[in-house]
């Protein structure tokens, strides 16, 4: 994939730097030991973290930071990596869909950062660009119906959007069938290194839990 991050976000997070992992995968159903990791850190961070104190973490303060500036409410419209903590420190299970989209998560909550997962097959297109959401954009979010996504950050492929930090989108979701897996991180704090790390990560997991080589990453700016 060709990734063009707009001038929209350029001038509201111009140190924003994200990476994008693509892989051939194999999904399943359920993983046990991907759900041990999963609860795992879901009780580590009940013992060090709380509701307010989960906002200061770089990746989820940053995109919070950046929805204000493109004037959505944070609180409101969540970013994916916020409300799935918080879902870990209510002691609610963060719900499960599939191992790849288990995984995905997984890498999420792991570093902080909202991370959008794909059926790479179902993109229109070889190219997206990272823009801004627009006011009537038509976008049906993964289990929530049609959203509105004006001021939100959003990936667009040929066709329209297919991914923002609070929700992707049913037309390219992950499903049991998929083969080939794209994995976008997007480090709106600016860290390169954690971005970089956390691609690494996920392709750790692949390894472990989509029968998988790891595939390979890109940073893009």
């Not at 001021?151 to 049913?170: H, I, M, Q, W």
Request: with cysteine; glycine share 10%; aromatic share 8%.
């Amino acid at each position: 994939m060709k990734i063009i991050v707009s001038k929209e976000i350029e001038n509201v997070c111009p140190n924003f730097v994200g990476a994008c992992v693509e892989a051939q995968v194999k999904n399943s159903p359920y993983c046990a030991e991907l759900w041990q990791e999963i609860n795992a850190l879901g009780e580590h961070y009940r013992e060090v973290l709380s509701t307010e104190t989960l906002k200061a973490i770089s990746g989820i303060e940053a995109t919070r930071r950046v929805y204000r500036a493109c004037g959505k409410d944070p609180s409101r419209y969540r970013p994916a990596a916020e409300a799935l903590i918080r879902r870990q420190l209510k002691g609610k299970d963060l719900y499960q869909i599939d191992t790849l989209v288990d995984l995905v998560n997984l890498a999420s909550i792991r570093y902080g950062y909202s991370i959008g997962g794909f059926d790479a097959d179902k993109f229109q297109g070889d190219t997206l660009t990272l823009g801004v959401g627009r006011e009537g954009e038509p976008y049906e979010g993964i289990g929530r119906g049609m959203i509105n996504i004006a001021g939100l950050p959003v990936y667009r492929d040929a066709k329209g959007g297919v991914g923002t930090p609070t929700s992707d989108n049913e037309r390219t979701k992950i499903g049991l069938s998929t083969t080939h897996l794209v994995v976008l991180i997007n480090g709106y704090d600016g860290d390169e290194s954690q971005v970089v790390a956390n691609a690494q990560y996920i392709q750790e997991l692949v390894r472990k839990y989509a029968q998988s080589d790891g595939g390979s990453f890109f940073t893009y700016r």
